[in-house]
């Protein structure tokens, strides 16, 4: 009896120390920095809404870092190492350069978090509170997010290379892609409806405008326009064709016309070898802005799951850009 009572106090403490200060803890939680920096998540959410008050853009930039993080080895801020002497990072990765953004941003947040708690807040973390409060501050839905992940000390450039997917896949292509991450087609889908906000170069939509059947033909002339079939490469159009600046489920009404910017985009929508259950998933998340709202958060805590560095395992950088020296 009185052993047994014992066992369990042990375990009972030794639960909360690891719960609280995530020593060991393999296993994410939202109230991790409760108390070694309870501003954290304030100062974060402040950045990010002064950054989008002076630029809507930056809300869907900060949203990107998060995926192009977390499907790269784990949601460790390797995205965020700049290119050294001893190698070149993710940031030169085709989908990433001259495309990625919000840099700048993140190490806004960072040095003020290492002004009030140095050494405590990790880049990894900082990127994905700046995801959900990106999402919030363009009117969209929230999630809570899992705290605790640390800083990588490497990057790759070939996981970089291989692990984003291009607008250029088909359906199937983009279900075996997310299914290899874990993800089912309906969270792939419920993703997806990141691209209700942000914007897109002409290279990368001008396969479509020039050449896909399923596109809605004034759309395509009206892009034409801005993204000619030679030259103009860096001009941009909104992913979402109506309102690129409102995180709300227009994204798949506009695939319904006809209107997804991106050929991986309109794939969503009859695409090739598209099951009739994406379409209606489609249908269902255009009507009804609650049920995608409420799939993507859980489909963004999935994501932001994926391999985190928890316990004693990696760094929290002091400077996100770089590892700690010594
Ligand atoms: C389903 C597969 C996906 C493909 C093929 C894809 C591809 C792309 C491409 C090509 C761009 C334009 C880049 C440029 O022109 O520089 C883009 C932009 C964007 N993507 Fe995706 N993406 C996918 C999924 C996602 C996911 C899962 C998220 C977030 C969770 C996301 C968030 C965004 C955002 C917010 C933008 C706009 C960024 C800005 O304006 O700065 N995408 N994506
Ligand atoms: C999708 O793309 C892959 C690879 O490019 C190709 O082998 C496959 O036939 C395509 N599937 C359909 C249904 O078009």
Known sequence: MASSTY???????????????GWVSAQLSPKFYSTSCPRALSIIKSVVNSAVLKELRMGASLLRLHFHDCFVNGCDASLLL???A????????????????????IDTMKSQLET?????????????????DSVIALGGTTWKVRLGRRDSTTASLSAANSNIPSPALNLTGLISFFSNKGFTAKEMVAL??????????????????????????AFANSLKLKCPSTGGDSNLSPLDTTSSTVFDSAYYTNLISGKGLLHSDQQLFS?????????????????NSASFFKDFGNAMVKMGNLS?????????????????SG
């Not at 369990?8 to 690891?18: G, P, R, V």
């Not at 495309?99 to 700048?104: A, D, I, N, P």
């Not at 990141?194 to 596109?215: N, Q």
């Not at 928890?310 to 850009?321: A, D």
């Open 7 to 21: 066992f369990k106090l042990c375990f009972i403490t030794i639960f909360f120390l690891i719960h609280n200060y």
């Open 82 to 84: 700049d290119n050294t």
């Open 86 to 105: 001893n190698f070149i990072g993710e940031k030169s990765a085709g989908a990433n350069i001259n495309s990625l953004r919000g840099f700048e941003v």
């Open 116 to 132: 009030i708690c140095p050494g405590v807040v990790s880049c990894a973390d900082i990127i994905a509170v700046a995801a959900r």
């Open 192 to 217: 997806s409806g990141s691209h209700t906000i942000g914007l897109a170069r002409c290279t990368v939509f001008r396969p479509r405008i020039y050449k896909d059947t399923d596109i809605n033909t």
């Open 271 to 287: 695409g090739s070898g598209g099951g009739g259950s994406i379409d209606a998933q489609v249908r269902s998340y255009s009507a």
């Open 308 to 324: 985190p560095l928890t316990g004693t395992n990696g760094q929290i950088r002091t400077n996100c850009r770089k590892i700690n």
